[in-house]
Structures are given as structure tokens and as C-alpha cells.
């Protein structure tokens, strides 16, 4: 079964400038989640969604990030425009449903660095 | 808000050491209970998780967790480690609930020594 992909996976940019993270999540799987992960820190949940709809993006800065997922399939994470403090590894994830008794795919992740 | 606490933030072992994390939540419904690893440049990989029924979960690779609900605690155990667990360990915690989420502790690096 392949597994959760995420491109790319190491990106480097200035600050202010706009950066896209895609991740298509393992087929079939209706939840998808992504993740920001700082460095010495657990990760943390920025968005959700149920099939292409959100259900979840309380912790998601939306003065400059924004995500969506065409058709409930792939999705695409933006941070425009990005500022040093959103250097981290984010990361997409995806499970069968958003219910107990499900459990999450990680990608491999991305790391961005910003400067 | 629901909230995960692993308690050590870095722990050095010597090889056959034995090991345990801890991991305490604080939310106090119905909830499934995960440890992830990630080792040095891979993605987070499940150890070991926790849905219903006999409290102390085996997973992968020797490990083993135990789920205290009176406690709410699911500490993460090893009785002998090996330096190819060098890694770093996280607790996750999903609620039920309309939309479950997967909140994650803080994490805790483990350098294993030889």
C-alpha cells in the first residue's frame, strides 16, 4: 500500500516570499490532516479535513496560511507570506475517518527554512 | 482544551537499559491512546496504540504501554534497549467527538548509548 506523499521535501525561502506544500494522502482515506512541527516541539494540528470539506483549522494563522483539498483527495498547504518563525517541518497525515478506532499515516514530511 | 504532557524531554540510556516514558492527558472521555517514533530523517511511524479492552498494549519492536485511566496516564515501556532505538517518542491522544483530533505531546529524545 503506498503511503502518504508529500512534496517537497526541503524547501528554502526569503521572508515575505509565498511557499505551497502538496500532499496526497493514501487512497481511500477521508480525513486529512496537516501538521506543523517545530524543532524540539510536538506537532501541531493546523488544519483538518473531512473528504474536502474543514472541520478543524482553529490553530491555522489564517492571516497567512491558507489550505484546501480538491475533490477530498490531495491537498495543498500555502504560507503567504512567510515570516522566519514558520520554519519548521510540516506535515500531512491522512486516516480512514476523523473517529475513534482510526489511525493516522504520516508523510515524510517537509522542511521548510526561512531566512 | 485537551492537553498532552510527556514528562522527559531528553533521556540517555546505556544498551539493555530499561525504559519508560511518561505521558499524562488531561482530557476525560472516551479516548484512544498512540505512541509514534520518529527516528533521525524518517517520517513518524506507530509503535503502538490503545482503542478499548486489555490495558497494557505491545507494539512493534519490544515496546509495550499502560493505560491507567485513573491516572490518565499511557507510559511507554522497553525492558532492554538497543541503540537503534536512539529516536525521538511521542504520545498522542484522539477524543471522540464529531471531528476526532490527534493531539501530540511534546515529545522526548532518546539517545541510547553503547
Known amino acids: 500500500e503506498a503511503g502518504v506523499a508529500q512534496s517537497p521535501r526541503y524547501k528554502i525561502i526569503e521572508k515575505r516570499q509565498s511557499v505551497a506544500f502538496w500532499c496526497n494522502p493514501i487512497?481511500?482515506?477521508?480525513?486529512l490532516y496537516w501538521y506543523q512541527q517545530i524543532l524540539g516541539q510536538g506537532p501541531k494540528l493546523l488544519i483538518q479535513f473531512q473528504n474536502n470539506g474543514v472541520v478543524d483549522d482553529s490553530q491555522l494563522p489564517k492571516d497567512r496560511f491558507s489550505a484546501e483539498r480538491l475533490k477530498g483527495v490531495d491537498s495543498t498547504l500555502k504560507i503567504q507570506p512567510a515570516k522566519l518563525e514558520d520554519s519548521a517541518v510540516y506535515l500531512c497525515?491522512?486516516?480512514?475517518?476523523?473517529?475513534?478506532?482510526?489511525?493516522?499515516?504520516f508523510g515524510q514530511g517537509t522542511r521548510l527554512t526561512v531566512v | 482544551a485537551q492537553s498532552v504532557s510527556q514528562h522527559n524531554h531528553h533521556v540517555i540510556l546505556s544498551e539493555a537499559a530499561s525504559l519508560e516514558l511518561g505521558c499524562n492527558y488531561s482530557y476525560g472521555g472516551t479516548v484512544n491512546l498512540f505512541w509514534y517514533v520518529q527516528y533521525p530523517g524518517q517520517h513518524l511511524q506507530l509503535l503502538l496504540k490503545?482503542?478499548?479492552?486489555?490495558?497494557l498494549v505491545k507494539g512493534i519492536k519490544g515496546f509495550e504501554a499502560e493505560f491507567i485511566k485513573s491516572k490518565f496516564s499511557f507510559n511507554l515501556r522497553k525492558p532492554s534497549v538497543q541503540w537503534s532505538d536512539t529516536a525521538e517518542y511521542f504520545c498522542a491522544v484522539m477524543r471522540g467527538g464529531t471531528a476526532s483530533k490527534l493531539t501530540f505531546g511534546t515529545g522526548t529524545r532518546l539517545q541510547v548509548t553503547l
Open positions: 497525515a491522512s486516516s480512514l475517518a476523523a473517529e475513534l478506532r482510526t489511525e493516522a499515516f
Open positions: 490503545y482503542f478499548s479492552g486489555d490495558p
Open positions: 487512497s481511500g482515506h477521508a480525513t
